[in-house]
C-alpha cells in the first residue's frame, strides 16, 4: 500500500475514530476468508494507527510501556538538558520521580506529560513574543 493510500485509509479512520468516547471498544475486523470481529480499545486502534502511519512513511517505530522506569541519565537525554537541571526539576516536584536520593528513576509516562507541558508552555511564551513583536510593529 503506498504512502498516500496510507494516508487517506488513516484520515478516513480517524474521521470514523473521532465518533468513540474515550474509553469505548472499537470494533475491528481482521481476515477476509474467515474473518474474526474483536473488540478493541480506542486507545489501542489510535496507537496502531499512528504506528502505521510512521511505518509507511519510512520511520522506525518503537512501542514502550508508559510506565518504564529510567534512570536520571536517560530522563535527561530524552529532555535533551543535563543531568544537573533534571535532578532540579525532580527536586522542585515539577517531574515525578521515585527511589532514593542517589538512585532515583523517572516514569516515561511521566517524563513525556512534563515535556508536553513544557512545550506548551514554550509556545505560549512564543506567541506572546511574537504578538509583542507584531503590536511594537519591529518585523
Known sequence: MSTEATSTSGQELRTRL??????DLVPVVVGHAD????EVPKAA?????????????GH???VVP?????TTEQAAELL?????????????????????VNHRHVRLGSLLSY???DDYRRRLIADEIA???NTLDLT
Open 115 to 117: 515535556r508536553a507541558e
Open 131 to 133: 504578538a509583542m513583536t
Open 18 to 23: 473521532a465518533s468513540f468516547d474515550e474509553g
Open 66 to 70: 508508559d510506565d518504564l522506569d529510567l
Open 80 to 100: 535533551n538538558v543535563s543531568e544537573p537541571h533534571l535532578l532540579d526539576l525532580l527536586d522542585s516536584g515539577e517531574i515525578d520521580s521515585h527511589g532514593s
Open 35 to 38: 474473518p474474526v470481529r474483536l
Open 45 to 57: 486502534v489510535e496507537a496502531l494507527l499512528d504506528a502505521v502511519t510512521h511505518l509507511s512513511a
Open 60 to 62: 522506525a517505530v518503537t
